[in-house]
């Protein structure tokens, strides 16, 4: 017990000379905000860019679906950007009843709480009909009013690079 706590007194001492180091910033630059069980989905805020990272991978049910667009509905509240970079490389498959309830339920309600004003980097999909969909997502999104910026790209770094130079107004408080 007695060599626990001299572990535990000597882990804690270290703790904070790692905190005070000017260093120890890059790892809390990006913020998590949601991870699926399974991880087929996970999201991030960069602090230091302003933008929300979202990474996808192989098939995604439909509860993951909504439990991250929630997550990041509610994470806009405190982070307050409407810049997003969406890596789909390594998406294989969403269902169409994601994709309905995205367009005709969540996007409706997320831009009539944050307003339409975005931004978003989209890393292609290997799946071409995936691609499509997002495609035809970002499109109904400017049909239903929201006025944003889209662009698709084939690597996470060309995307992250755009999105960093983009400016947008904050969200509707």
Same mark, same amino acid.
């Given at each position: ?12 001492? *270290? ?35 302003q ?7 192989g ?8 439990? #991250? ?11 307050k ?43 292609? #999909? ?10 035809? *997502? ?36």
């Amino acid at each position: 017990m007695a060599q626990y706590a001299y572990y535990l007194s000597n882990f804690r001492v *270290l703790c904070s000379i790692l905190h005070s180091l000017p260093f120890t910033s890059i790892f809390t630059i990006m913020q998590e905000v949601y991870r699926s069980v399974d991880n087929t989905q996970v999201t991030w805020f960069d602090t230091e860019n302003q933008y929300y990272l979202m990474f996808t991978k192989g098939d995604v049910s439909h509860k993951i679906y909504q439990e #991250s667009n929630h997550a990041l509905y509610d994470a806009m509240l405190t982070y307050k950007s409407m810049k997003f970079c969406y890596d789909l490389s390594e998406m294989k498959r969403t269902d169409m009843v994601s994709r309905a309830w995205y367009t005709t339920s969540f996007l409706p309600k997320f831009f009539r709480r944050y307003g339409g004003h975005f931004v978003a980097a989209i890393v292609r #999909s290997q799946n071409r009909f995936e691609n499509m969909s997002t495609e035809f *997502l970002a499109k109904a999104a400017s049909k239903l009013g929201m006025q944003g910026k889209v662009e698709f790209f084939d690597d996470l770094e060309s995307a992250k690079s755009w999105i960093v130079q983009q400016h947008t107004a904050p969200p509707n408080p």
